[in-house]
């Protein structure tokens, strides 16, 4: 009987790898061997959790090939559990924030249509902790309430919740990644024995160098198992992260994807109406459809320019005229030419694309027709702040929402495909000096 652990071990080294062996059976030591009943004891909580999981039937089984009528039992070790929740959360030197915007709430969110499905999921994950979907991916354009939602978690949970939820962004992992330790199996335990529901922002960014994504993973793995719940944030779906790895690809599709779209003219109208509510300045409806149009696409631009159209308010004494006013608020990244005009664009994107000019406004559905008078639309937009409408009327009479949906297009494949985005910036780089006052 005293050789039976000996020769389990044995055959154990002979099944696993090296790394394996070492890792999880050497450090198991012997508690109890007698009358039929072997007990093994794991070093800490996380092991014993770990050793259940992937390794207690095989550890059975080669423990009967030796003596076919022992019981093998796994004790945790004493006092664990207790001393695991005494350590403020870290994963290596990065911090894990605990504190949530004030601001950043459910009540406080402004809610349209474009974004009304992932405002649901989120509110799930604090009313329902046992809902069927985890993780919670909610993929969408920069600057459209990702991070407001995940606050919006965090502050909820912790009012009306037990146990902690904690804040991750994946930039961290960019600034402090070298200290993560090579095995932080303890450490995880240590941090998330704990936690409830753990946020992460800006997935995307994870970097690809080192042992980053490995240890991503183990987290995800850990999570995953003892039913934390999980929310991630990206500007793309898992699938369109090119420095992804597939095993974390796959893994952050498991429960929920939740995309918040690019706004429309309506959605800008109601995000608009809504700021301007707030501020306590008056918004007439046609000041408002005509910021949606010409005006920012999403939060942070439209507050940053409703805050620097109250200091003007506050000045003059008077709501300004803002058809003049408005763009000269909010600038523009790319200037404008006044001579630049929408067939100026069409006869440069039919020349770069090769396609014909006359069958620009057409019906004809070939692909290299489809993107040359999708990214003409996009660039009329962008470079003659012309309305959709009108834009659509210049391609062939199209509806308003054909052009939105262009522009998405366009947009999405300048951030997924470089070569595309380069031809684009040399198209507006041509455009930009051809018509230069």
């Known amino acids: 009987m005293d050789s039976l652990w000996p020769e389990a071990r044995r055959v154990l080294k002979q099944t696993l790898t090296a790394e394996q062996f070492q890792q999880w059976i050497e450090p198991l030591t012997v508690t109890t061997l007698q009358s039929g009943h072997l007990v093994l004891q794991a070093p800490s909580r996380f092991h014993y959790y770990w050793i259940e999981e992937h390794y207690l039937a095989l ?19 004493d006092g664990q559990a207790k001393s695991a929740k005494t350590h403020r959360p870290f994963i290596g030197n990065v911090p894990l924030a605990t504190t949530f915007q004030t601001m950043q709430t459910f009540e406080n969110y402004v809610l349209a249509p474009f974004n009304r499905f992932a405002f649901a999921a989120a509110k799930d994950v604090c009313q329902d902790i046992n809902a069927a979907f985890n993780p919670l991916f909610i993929e969408g354009p920069p600057g459209l309430g990702k991070t407001h939602l995940l606050h919006a978690i965090g502050n909820d949970w912790q009012a009306n919740n037990d146990g902690s939820v904690a804040y991750l962004s994946c930039r961290n992992l960019l600034v402090f990644g070298p200290s993560i330790p090579p095995s932080p199996y303890e450490a995880l335990w240590q941090t998330l024995g704990d936690l409830k529901v753990l946020l992460v922002d800006d997935v995307h960014q994870v970097p690809s160098e080192g042992n980053f994504q490995q240890h991503f993973r183990e987290i995800f793995n850990w999570c995953y198992d003892v039913g934390t719940r999980m929310v991630f944030t990206a500007t793309r779906l898992p699938h369109q992260i090119p420095d992804l790895s597939l095993g974390l ?28 509510g707030a501020s306590k300045m008056p918004a007439p409806k046609e000041i408002c459809r005509y910021l949606a149009e010409h005006g920012p696409l999403n939060f942070h631009e439209i507050k940053d320019f409703v805050e ?14 803002l058809k003049e ?67 659509g009327g210049s391609f062939g009479g199209r509806d308003h929402s054909t052009v939105i949906y262009a522009c998405r297009k366009v947009r999405a494949e300048i951030r997924r495909n470089r070569v595309f985005a380069e031809r684009i910036v040399e198209i507006e780089k041509k455009l930009l000096e051809d018509y230069k006052e």
């Open 59 to 77: 550890i059975q089984s080669s423990c009967r090939t030796i003596d076919s009528g022992v019981q093998l039992l796994l004790q945790k070790p």
């Open 249 to 276: 690809r796959s893994r952050l599709g498991w429960g929920l994807i939740a995309r918040i779209q690019e706004p429309d003219i309506d959605g800008c109208y109601q995000v608009i109406e809504t700021f301007l």
């Open 308 to 321: 620097k159209l109250q200091e003007i308010v506050e000045k003059e004494g008077s709501l300004p005229s």
């Open 325 to 391: 006013r408005a763009l000269a608020i909010h600038g523009n990244t790319t200037p404008r030419p006044e001579r630049l005009s929408m067939q100026a664009i069409k006869k440069q994107v039919c020349a770069t694309y090769g396609v014909s000019l006359e069958a620009l406004p057409g019906a004809t559905k070939s692909r290299p027709l489809v993107i040359a008078r999708q990214v003409g639309m996009y660039l009329s937009r962008k470079l003659t702040g012309s309305t959709y409408a009108a834009i």
